[in-house]
């Protein structure tokens, strides 16, 4: 079972930028994907998620309204979950990590997630 991010690059404030996470190896329909950033110094913390029910999803109130979290299936083996992230701004600054968590509404704290990818860098500059 593994989830591999990509995506991060170095862009302005106000740019648009789409990460995305392949899961493979496991039946990730089954799962909950979500996506954290953890920004130097500080703890990881949650930014969206999309539920295994329904694709419900849900957002920290800092990226409310300006990140998008979606998902496609490729013949029920390979699962990409991405996030489209648009008006970038500096405090978006992080390393962008894929989750996945067989609850359907799992805790927003990232210690209660079952699988994590690699991260991503994202970088915004002023």
């Known amino acids: 079972v593994q989830l591999q991010a990509s995506g991060g690059g170095l862009v302005q404030a106000g740019d648009s930028l789409r990460l995305s996470c392949e899961a493979s190896?496991?039946?990730?329909?089954?799962?909950?994907m979500g996506w954290f950033r953890q920004a130097p110094g500080r703890e990881r913390e949650f930014v969206a998620r999309?539920?295994?029910?329904?694709?419900?999803?849900?957002?920290?109130d800092s990226v409310k309204g300006r990140f998008t979290i979606s998902r496609d299936i490729h013949k029920n083996t390979v699962y990409t979950v991405y996030l489209q992230m648009d008006n970038l701004k500096p405090d978006d600054t992080a390393v962008y990590y894929c989750?996945?968590?067989?609850?359907?509404?799992?805790?927003?704290?990232?210690?209660?997630?079952?699988?994590w990818g690699q991260g991503t860098l994202v970088t915004v500059s002023s």
């Open positions: 989750a996945a968590d067989r609850t359907a509404f799992p805790a927003t704290g990232p210690t209660t997630w079952d699988i």
């Open positions: 190896g496991g039946h990730f329909s089954l799962y909950t």
């Open positions: 999309i539920s295994k029910v329904q694709g419900l999803t849900y957002y920290a």
